[in-house]
């Protein structure tokens, strides 16, 4: 099956723009979801598809993709925007599987 | 509103089945436009898919669990549930279930597809 790959842990200065990485085969056919997860929530979706936003979810955030890679960008960053951010698509088989990326620690400093 | 909310034992000791229903309201679980997943993360670490199912019951399972894992849906109930057998300490995580929707973009003929609304999530612990 696919996997998909993210850095580890970024960081940010309060209101400056941090980009998030997410690697993998599958990005490829499919567009990324990103999820936004704070410590003793359920994850968030705060984009998906070619740079959608759900309801609710500041325009400072916006995604994006090239090659086998998808991006999140959060632009002007809050410090309610610290979290663990995971990006998921279909599995590149075809067969309705899905995969998560490894997430991402974001840290406004 | 949709909302999802998981419910089932808390405790399980190992080598038994992990049994989790997920209830949904302000919605019907019965719409073709929709699957629903379960959705597992282990205390301090990722999130894992666990499975999705149809509500004409079609189901898509991780391939590293597929062995031990049945979900299915009570379209009666506007419910779908999980079970996981043979469990060890390692199945102890937090669960998660969630509703699959999908987006096609017609200028590049590429697909979305995620998970829009998850309920709180239940931690399940295997221990004896």
């Known amino acids: 099956s696919s996997e998909l790959t993210q850095d580890p842990a970024v960081s940010v200065a309060l209101g400056q723009t941090v980009r998030i990485t997410c690697q993998g085969d599958?990005?490829?056919?499919?567009?990324a979801s990103w999820y936004q997860q704070k410590p003793g929530q359920a994850p968030v979706l705060v984009i998906y598809g070619k740079n959608n936003r759900p309801s609710g979810i500041p325009d400072r955030f916006s995604g994006s993709s090239s090659g086998n890679t998808a991006s999140l960008t959060i632009t002007g960053a809050q410090a309610e925007d610290e979290a663990d951010y995971y990006c998921n698509s279909r599995d590149s088989s075809g067969n309705h599987l899905e995969v998560f990326g490894t997430g991402t620690k974001v840290t406004v400093l | 509103q949709l909302q999802l909310q998981e419910s089932g034992p808390g405790l399980v000791k190992p080598s038994e089945t992990l049994s989790l229903t997920c209830t949904v309201s302000?919605?019907?679980?019965?719409?073709?436009?929709?699957?629903w997943g379960w959705i597992r993360q282990p205390p301090g670490k990722g999130l894992e898919w666990i499975g999705s199912?149809?509500?004409?019951?079609?189901?898509y399972y991780n391939p590293s669990l597929k062995s031990r894992v049945t979900i299915s849906v009570d379209t009666s109930k506007n419910q779908f549930s999980l079970k996981l057998s043979s469990v060890t300490a390692a199945d102890t995580a937090v669960y998660y279930c969630a509703r699959s929707n999908a987006a096609y973009d017609i200028l590049t003929g590429r697909s979305a597809y995620y998970f829009d609304y998850w309920g709180q999530g239940t931690l399940v612990t295997v221990s004896s």
């Open positions: 599958s990005l490829r056919s499919y567009y």
């Open positions: 199912i149809y509500y004409s019951g079609s189901t």
């Open positions: 302000g919605g019907s679980i019965s719409s073709s436009s929709y699957y």
